[in-house]
Nanobody, 115 residues
Framework: QVQFVESGGGLVQPGGSLRLSCQASGFIFSVYSLTWYRQPPGKQRELVASITVRGSTNYVDSVKGRFTISRDNAKNTVYLQMNSLNPEDTAVYYC?????????WGQGIQVTVTS
């Protein structure tokens, strides 16, 4: 059974930092590409950052230089370090794992940036 446990979200002031974690189980984590998506209030879901099996990363322009995605295959966990947060980063963040024929999603975690 595929499961995700997302943690690290919450309320933070502008300029602050958060580290999201998504621990997976029920599939061979190391062979999956991993992505963090987010869905701001009233908007469509968008890709934030992705990391391939080999560790290559990609970011949406709005988070480049502020967010860092990483993975720890030994812990079956993908991380999103978020620095210099601003109110536009407020969203529900989702982790996603994709391999040939499979597409798995976490339940989502709220991040709210407000003063």
């Amino acid at each position: 059974q595929v499961q995700f446990v997302e943690s690290g979200g919450g309320l933070v002031q502008p300029g602050g930092s958060l580290r999201l974690s998504c621990q997976a189980s029920g599939f061979i984590f190391s062979v999956y590409s991993l992505t963090w998506y987010r869905q701001p209030p009233g908007k469509q879901r968008e890709l934030v950052a992705s990391i391939t099996v080999r560790g290559s990363t990609n970011y949406v322009d709005s988070v480049k230089g502020r967010f860092t995605i990483s993975r720890d295959n030994a812990k079956n966990t993908v991380y999103l370090q978020m620095n210099s947060l601003n109110p536009e980063d407020t969203a529900v963040y989702y982790c996603n794992a994709v391999a040939v024929g499979n597409d798995y999603w976490g339940q989502g975690i709220q991040v709210t940036v407000t003063s």
